[in-house]
């Protein structure tokens, strides 16, 4: 993580030069593979009006609403789009308790197995557990999480107090049966020691601070 300044910084000297600009998008977007560091960034709230409901949300909680939503832009590009359901009654002070649905829209390509590794990183931030647990939760991850494209979706349903069910593009690629992994994971973006607290503030429906 400290060492991503410096990558930037470099990544935008190689921009001088048409390669070395194509080199340092590539560099930029595998920086930003989920939500990381505090950074320059930007976050696009959703309008008010409820869209669409996505058929595996329907399908996964009971009368689904989105909470919030926002695209995560890191330093200008487009990473991916967050969409946060929610059931009636839904209440972010007891989300351990309650069922709902984040999905991520994204913009960009990405290795399933990067996702998957940051992914144990930023979880690293927001709890301890063991060398075994990161091995056996890094597998569960890679299976769960497959090469994306843009305009791959890929949906995490948090079951309380069970674990996490995973779909990519509409299709079941796993089920994590630990309550554990499901709060550190979910965490990511919803705990209140999340990096990027205004992403956390969007997907909660909550007001956004200006970022200028």
Not at 112 to 131: C, N, V
Not at 193 to 199: D, G, I, V
Request: aromatic residues 10%.
């Amino acid at each position: 993580m400290g060492v991503l300044p410096g990558l930037l910084r470099s990544s935008l000297r190689r921009g001088e030069h048409r390669r070395g600009a194509v080199h340092a998008t590539k560099n930029i977007a595998a920086c930003a593979l989920l939500v990381w560091v505090p950074a320059i960034f930007c976050l696009q709230s959703a309008a008010q009006a409820q869209p669409a409901v996505p058929a595996p949300v329907a399908s996964e909680l009971a009368q689904p609403r989105l909470a919030g939503a926002s695209r995560f832009t890191f330093w200008g590009f487009d990473v991916y789009q967050a969409s946060l359901w929610v059931e009636p009654g839904f209440d972010s002070a007891t989300l351990a308790r309650q069922r709902y649905a984040l999905e991520l829209r994204y913009l960009r390509g990405f290795k399933g197995r990067d996702i998957a590794q940051r992914s144990i990183d930023e979880m690293r931030r927001l709890g301890r557990f063991s060398e075994a647990q990161a091995q056996a939760w890094l597998q569960a991850m890679t299976q769960a999480f497959p090469d994306v494209a843009p305009g791959d979706r890929l949906l995490g349903i948090y079951l309380p107090g069970q674990g996490a069910r995973f779909l990519a593009n509409g299709r079941l690629t796993a089920e994590v049966m630990d309550a554990e992994f499901a709060q550190l994971f979910f965490g990511i973006w919803l705990s209140d020691k999340t990096s990027e607290p205004r992403l956390r503030q969007a997907l909660l429906g909550q007001t956004v601070a200006s970022s200028n």
